[in-house]
């Protein structure tokens, strides 16, 4: 008998069975499609010393602050294979404006998120964070506008051997 002969003789079951697979195909690809929910952590890092030493505070600061008399900025550490962790670089609000509408944004997205949890990333918002900041590495003076051309020379972070880290969040 032959797959054809089998499949007319049993029409029923070869319905069901096809649905199921049908129903299991969308299911799978419905789980797979949707973003996960996004975390943002209430901890980030900081350095009151150009990035040479960093700590964790509230995520919920947007740098710069001023603390003890210094100026402390937002810090991104990395780790190398080694556990080595450093500062890759700081960043910071490019001014006492753009720091307003930073914790503007801010609020926005943790709105969207709990009215929508399973949301992805929200990149219009993304893209406005970036418009507002400025970055540089430990060591150079001056500070570079996040959405400039420099600015992905200096996220670009690499371990001493060459290697790429990976961002660590406290």
């Keep these: 008998m032959g ?4 499949i007319n003789r049993n029409s029923k ?5 096809a649905g199921g ?13 949707r973003s996960p929910a996004v975390e943002f952590p209430s901890q980030a890092y900081f350095s009151s010393d150009g990035g040479k ?7 919920s600061v947007t740098a ?13 550490v990395f780790a190398c294979k080694d556990g080595t962790k450093f500062v890759g ?3 910071r609000a490019i001014d006492d404006k ?9 609020a926005e997205a943790k709105a969207r998120r709990t009215a929508n949890p399973s949301a992805g990333p929200d990149s219009e918002i993304m893209s406005q964070f970036s418009q507002h900041l400025e970055v540089k590495r430990p060591n150079d003076k001056n500070w570079v506008k996040m959405d400039s051309p420099a600015a992905s020379a200096v996220m670009m972070v690499k371990c001493p ?5 990976q961002l660590v969040i406290p």
């Design 3 to 6: 797959l054809r002969e089998l």
């Design 13 to 17: 079951v070869t319905a069901a069975a």
């Design 21 to 33: 697979a049908i129903v299991a195909i969308v299911v799978v690809s419905w789980s797979q499609s």
């Design 53 to 59: 030493t960093f700590y964790s505070d509230s995520a």
């Design 64 to 76: 710069p602050v001023m603390k003890n008399g210094k100026e402390v900025d937002a810090a991104k």
């Design 89 to 91: 670089y700081l960043e």
């Design 98 to 106: 753009a720091k307003a509408e930073l914790d503007r944004l801010k």
């Design 161 to 165: 051997d060459g290697s790429n880290p």
